[in-house]
């Protein structure tokens, strides 16, 4: 039964439609040319290139006058900008997981979003491609149907900058300085023609040296923590005649990061954990918010190695896109300490390599007024290769005892296609159906793993392999009320396929209902609409949902009586969750000088069936990673002198950061603020960013490895204050 605060929240967007049809429908007669507009908003996510309003895609555009904005230099920083989206960590160069309108992802189970830059699909993140970007698009609901699995809640599509016609280079130098140290940063790129009117290439480069934002007083190595990263980006652009264009790009990252392991957990709870550990575990000293005590060795590295190549042809009749990409990620994480104390007991690493290929080839009818239609195939490869290692005390990096490495490939075929009807000149029906088979193998060898006190992993020989099918549709209809004002409504399905649990055939068992676990499956349903003002100096845009899943993949740690784990993950799709909200955004450009963005999605999100243990299920209680609420607020004013200042509000709700629902991050509101001169050759900015130091968890939190329950929870922690300044220049 929903509540009366629930049910007045989702009746917000209906209302919203019927008054801004009225408001649409009077207005298209007194526009104003001459007033301040917003520029066109183009949506590509649903592979044809549609106006936001003409798109039944629940997107959130940032454009790249908007990047410039907001400082945009962060991915963790696009939740801040769109409405019920939310980026948990492992750590400040750890991974980033993509929760979207309740449909959470953690770091055991594979991102539920999916990112593709320039078409080249990601799992792990470097804010260094963040140098050259054109738009970001984030679209909210399964995008399965065009992009196969693990989109199930939702896409993110990062669109870099085009080799341009004409030479142009830009330098940006960034200084940052927080509590427990500082940063600076050096990024530009220079474009120009290499062939005129043929052949245009850019060269992008960021070079980055940064403290951890949490120091370690209690290294073991002298290394207190610190990020050195170098990103290298070419791209050319080829044009030999009017109907075919190629693009093609290459980067290389590497990233050294002496003194940090790329998860970071901290006690939520600093006074309790000094009464517990500050004279027993850490010689008398006293961690605070921002610094910590581990002796584990640590050390990060991580090299990375893209290519991708494009291409379209125009045709007669439509237009046919290839494309192909490889990745190739080695990281090598040491420092992993169990106790999260001075005390050596338990350290441990993790060593990985992974290979992806992805291919895709698609034909477009022309646009026309009857119907137009996309077909597609696709080929979707990933190979990794995993190796953990721990000792036992004192040690230093060359001290880690590997286990036998533990291998996994995906090889993913799809066929798709998407189809627009257009019944009248105003309504639209659209309808999708991708079939994907996925296959997953994995290796392992017999070995052990130690976890101290007594605790061993045991890996056996095994090698298995399973292929899992999914037929995923997507149904939509568009209205089209007036030029400025749409709605719509979707139903899509999305999907994970399955996979195996290592850890079963590691404890002895031989059940193959345990061994390994099904595919989730997903459906969403929503209503939104898009709207903008006659004169273009306003728009909004929002949507409510409804979202279900019967074959819920969560992860469980097999843990003793005191709450300490003897096991590694292990996986069920038998749970079950139920998620449900409305969102709302919308921009106005008050004056040319004065402009105004805003944002707010509520979300309902709980488990209707997880079981946690033997006694304990946690039906009805909010799903992890989940916030009640997010929200944003930012006005921006420009003086004609160049002169500018920026303000920022956000607002995040009560969340839980594990399914049990005893960890909890309380509600928060940050603030940010910059101000600076921007000319036609360059600029300067200062800027603070969570200017009242809020200490934040966002990530999933955990018991002491070591220790186990000890009345603490410990969770990776969101960016403390920082303030800098940015010095810009362009030719």
């Known amino acids: 039964m929903i509540s009366k605060a629930r049910f007045s929240a989702l009746s917000v967007i209906p209302l919203g439609i019927t008054v801004l049809s009225l408001q649409s429908t009077a207005a298209e007669q007194v526009g104003n040319d001459d007033s301040p507009h917003i520029e066109e908003t183009i949506v590509t996510g649903s592979k044809r290139d549609t106006t936001l309003i003409e798109s039944d895609l629940s997107a959130t555009i940032i454009d790249s006058n908007m990047i410039d904005e907001v400082r945009l230099r962060d991915f963790r920083r696009i939740d801040d900008l769109a409405p019920n989206v939310q980026f948990s960590e492992s750590g400040q160069r750890g991974s980033i997981y993509i929760t979207v309108r309740g449909v959470e992802s953690n770091p055991f189970i594979i991102n539920r979003a999916a990112i593709y830059i320039d078409g080249i699909p990601f799992r792990e993140l470097s804010n260094s491609v963040l140098n050259q970007t054109q738009s970001i698009e984030v679209l909210r609901g399964p995008q399965a149907t065009l992009y196969g699995a693990n989109t199930e809640s939702g896409l993110i599509i990062v669109s870099t900058k085009q080799p341009s016609e004409e030479v142009s280079a830009e330098l940006r130098l960034t200084g940052i300085d927080f509590e427990s140290g500082n940063g600076l940063e050096t990024d530009g790129f220079i474009s120009g023609p290499i062939i005129r009117d043929k052949l245009a290439g850019s060269i992008?480069?960021?070079?980055?040296?940064?403290?951890?934002?949490?120091?370690?007083?209690?290294?073991?190595?002298?290394?207190?923590?610190?990020?050195?990263?170098?990103?290298?980006?070419?791209?050319?652009?080829?044009?030999?005649?009017?109907?075919?264009?190629?693009?093609?790009?290459?980067?290389?990252?590497?990233?050294?990061?002496?003194?940090?392991?790329?998860?970071?957990?901290?006690?939520?709870?600093?006074?309790?954990?000094?009464?517990?550990?500050?004279?027993?575990?850490?010689?008398?000293?006293?961690?605070?918010?921002?610094?910590?005590?581990?002796?584990?060795?640590?050390?990060?590295?991580?090299?990375?190695?893209?290519?991708?190549?494009?291409?379209?042809?125009?045709?007669?009749?439509?237009?046919?896109?290839?494309?192909?990409?490889?990745?190739?990620?080695?990281?090598?994480?040491?420092?992993?300490?169990?106790?999260?104390?001075?005390?050596?007991?338990?350290?441990?690493?993790?060593?990985?390599?992974?290979?992806?290929?992805?291919?895709?080839?698609?034909?477009?009818?022309?646009?026309?007024?009857?119907?137009?239609?996309?077909?597609?195939?696709?080929?979707?490869?990933?190979?990794?290769?995993?190796a953990k290692a721990s000792f036992i005390g004192t040690g230093g990096l060359d001290s880690y005892i590997a286990a036998p490495a533990q291998r996994k490939e995906s090889e993913d075929y799809g066929v798709f296609g998407s189809v627009n009807w257009y019944l009248t000149p105003k309504l639209r029906l659209s309808g999708g159906l991708r079939y994907d088979n996925a296959t997953r193998s994995t290796q392992q060898k017999q070995g052990q793993l130690d976890l101290g006190y007594g605790s061993i992993v045991y890996y056996v020989d095994a090698d298995l392999t399973e292929t899992y099918e999914a037929f995923l549709p997507r149904l939509a209809a568009h209205y089209t009320v007036s030029?400025?004002?749409?709605?719509?409504?979707?139903?899509?399905?999305?999907?994970?396929?399955?996979?195996?649990?290592?850890?079963?055939?590691?404890?002895?068992?031989?059940?193959?209902?345990?061994?390994?676990?099904?595919?989730?499956?997903?459906?969403?349903?929503?209503?939104?609409?898009?709207?903008?003002?006659?004169?273009?100096?306003?728009?909004?845009?929002?949507?409510?949902?409804?979202?279900?899943?019967?074959?819920?993949?969560?992860?469980?740690?097999?843990?003793?009586?005191?709450?300490?784990p003897v096991s590694s993950d292990f996986i069920s799709s038998d749970a079950s969750i139920r998620s449900q909200g409305a969102e709302l955004e919308g921009h106005w450009q008050v004056t040319d000088a004065l402009s105004v963005d805003a944002h707010i999605g509520y979300v309902d999100a709980e488990y209707r069936d997880l079981q946690l243990d033997d006694t304990t299920n946690v039906k009805g209680q909010s799903i992890q990673l989940v916030p009640e609420y997010d929200g944003g607020l930012a006005l921006r004013y420009e003086w004609p002198n160049g002169f500018f200042v920026r303000g920022e509000a956000g607002f995040t709700g009560k969340m839980a950061l594990r399914a049990r629902g005893d960890a909890i991050q309380d509600a928060v509101e940050t603030f940010g603020l910059q101000a600076g001169y921007k000319s036609g050759r360059w600029a300067v900015r200062i800027f603070g960013d969570n200017l009242s130091d809020e200490r934040r968890g966002s990530g999933l939190a955990i018991e002491n490895l070591a220790f186990g329950t000890d009345g603490l929870f410990y969770s990776p922690l969101d960016a403390p204050r920082i303030i800098g300044v940015e010095l810009e220049a362009w030719y």
């Open 204 to 386: 992008a480069f960021n070079v980055a040296e940064e403290d951890a934002y949490v120091k370690n007083l209690g290294t073991s190595t002298g290394e207190t923590g610190k990020i050195d990263e170098t990103f290298l980006q070419g791209r050319l652009r080829w044009t030999p005649t009017d109907t075919l264009t190629v693009n093609a790009t290459a980067y290389w990252l590497d990233m050294d990061a002496p003194g940090l392991f790329d998860q970071q957990y901290m006690p939520l709870d600093i006074d309790r954990y000094n009464a517990l550990y500050a004279d027993y575990a850490n010689g008398g000293r006293r961690a605070d918010g921002w610094t910590t005590f581990e002796d584990a060795p640590k050390l990060t590295t991580e090299e990375e190695w893209v290519i991708g190549i494009s291409a379209t042809q125009a045709l007669d009749y439509g237009s046919l896109d290839l494309a192909a990409s490889y990745r190739k990620l080695e990281e090598n994480a040491m420092g992993l300490d169990f106790d999260l104390t001075a005390s050596p007991l338990v350290s441990a690493s993790e060593k990985e390599q992974e290979a992806f290929t992805n291919l895709e080839a698609r034909f477009s009818s022309p646009e026309v007024d009857v119907i137009d239609y996309i077909i597609g195939v696709s080929y979707y490869q990933d190979y990794e290769e995993n």
């Open 483 to 564: 030029n400025n004002f749409s709605v719509h409504a979707t139903l899509a399905k999305g999907y994970i396929p399955g996979g195996f649990n290592l850890v079963a055939v590691q404890q002895g068992y031989s059940d193959p209902d345990i061994i390994s676990y099904d595919s989730e499956a997903l459906w969403s349903r929503e209503i939104g609409f898009k709207w903008r003002s006659a004169d273009r100096r306003m728009r909004a845009s929002g949507a409510v949902f409804h979202i279900t899943s019967d074959s819920w993949q969560e992860v469980q740690i097999a843990t003793d009586e005191t709450g300490r």
